[in-house]
């Protein structure tokens, strides 16, 4: 069974920096794309910043030049290091990943959540 366990998240003030990290763990044949969405209270759950399996990120707009995104593939980690934070950063993170397993055939894989991490920023 695929588990994704964020760690990282706490409360920091407005112009500081904080690192989440996501492992992967269980039945992983292939690790593709991991990312890193959020979700506010009252909000939808929206992606953050995204990492292909060949290094090729995505971020949203709103995190541009702020946040980066990592992954290390042989600890099946990644990470998000969210710098210069505002307190419209505060959510829930959450890890995704895209995964191929035993039981999936080759080249298609799954979607698996984290159960999240609280990230607080104060003004």
């Known amino acids: 069974q695929v588990q994704l366990v964020e760690s990282g998240g706490g409360l920091v003030q407005a112009g500081g920096s904080l690192r989440v990290s996501c492992a992967a763990s269980?039945?992983?044949?292939?690790?593709?794309?991991m990312g890193w969405y959020r979700q506010a209270p009252g909000n939808q759950r929206e992606l953050v910043a995204q990492?292909?399996?060949?290094?090729?990120?995505e971020y949203a707009d709103s995190v541009k030049g702020r946040f980066t995104i990592s992954r290390d593939n042989t600890k099946k980690m990644v990470y998000l290091q969210m710098n210069n934070m505002k307190p419209e950063d505060t959510a829930t993170y959450f890890c995704?990943?895209?995964?191929?397993?035993?039981?999936?055939?080759?080249?298609?894989?799954?979607?698996?959540w984290g159960k999240g991490t609280l990230v607080t920023v104060s003004s």
């Open positions: 995704h990943a895209i995964v191929e397993t035993p039981a999936t055939p080759r080249g298609f894989g799954m979607p698996f």
């Open positions: 269980g039945g992983i044949r292939v690790l593709n794309n």
């Open positions: 990492i292909s399996s060949t290094m090729r990120t």
